[in-house]
């Protein structure tokens, strides 16, 4: 079954450094997702990604975050000047149309800002 | 504006026991879909099962199905014939239709811990 993958699955780095978090979405799909989660707490939505522009993104994604699609698989999210309290789950998702159709999550990267 | 809301932090059923989690949520849209997303203790996040807004019938997969109840916006998970690998988070989620790649919006969690 086609899945989405995410690399790293786990990342340390100092605070005040950047960070890239790749994913390589199902392969048909169209519509890409990031989303973050601090442990203990639920699931937030970051960003959404179609036709290669951000089609909406939260109020948590500001001028230190940044998401790309180099090439036709991977779509990056970069994280500027890391903070403390960047730590968290990050999962990548895609979907093969947009309203409605099941979203599918990554594994996630744990990113620890230290 | 979507909300999701999970009224039980934490749940425990005995295993081959039945066990409902239950969910309630708010949407100005007319159309959108709901989801039970489980996440175990690995965190991935994983699709348990999703129900159509417009189909009055309640969605199954297998020992799970939902009772959807359109007009209280409730959207209740029954898990039946529990087992130890149903130990996990689950997150209900809603997504609108309108916008081409309209967000889900999930709850806070509910903690099931399956015991034997």
């Known amino acids: 079954e086609p899945e989405v993958t995410q690399t790293p699955s786990h990342q340390v780095t100092q605070m005040g450094q950047e960070v890239i978090l790749r994913c390589v979405p199902i392969?048909?799909?169209?519509?890409f997702y990031w989303y973050r989660q601090i442990l203990g707490q639920k699931v937030e939505f970051l960003v959404s990604?179609?036709?290669?522009?951000?089609?909406?993104k939260s109020e948590i994604f500001d001028d230190q975050f940044s998401v790309e699609r180099p090439d036709g698989s991977n779509f990056t999210l970069k994280i500027r000047s890391t903070k403390l309290e960047d730590s968290a789950m990050y999962f990548c998702?895609?979907?093969?149309?947009?309203?409605?159709?099941?979203?599918?999550f990554g594994e996630g990267s744990w990113l620890t800002v230290v | 504006a979507q909300t999701v809301t999970q009224s039980q932090p934490e749940m425990s059923v005995q295993e081959a026991e039945t066990v409902t989690l239950s969910c309630t949520y708010d949407t100005s849209e007319n159309n959108y879909y709901l989801f039970w997303y489980k996440q175990p203790p690995s965190r991935q996040m994983i699709l348990v099962i999703r129900?159509?807004?417009?189909?009055?019938q309640n969605a199954t997969e297998n020992r799970f199905s939902v009772n959807f109840q359109k007009a209280a916006k409730s959207f209740s998970l029954k898990i039946s014939d529990s087992q130890l690998g149903d130990t996990a988070m689950y997150f209900c989620a809603s997504r609108g239709y309108t916008g081409t790649a309209s967000k889900l919006t999930f709850g806070t969690g509910t903690r099931l811990q399956v015991t034997l």
């Open positions: 392969s048909n799909h169209l519509y």
């Open positions: 998702a895609s979907s093969d149309r947009g309203a409605g159709n099941t979203i599918y």
């Open positions: 990604f179609y036709n290669n522009e951000i089609s909406e």
């Open positions: 129900q159509e807004a417009y189909k009055q």
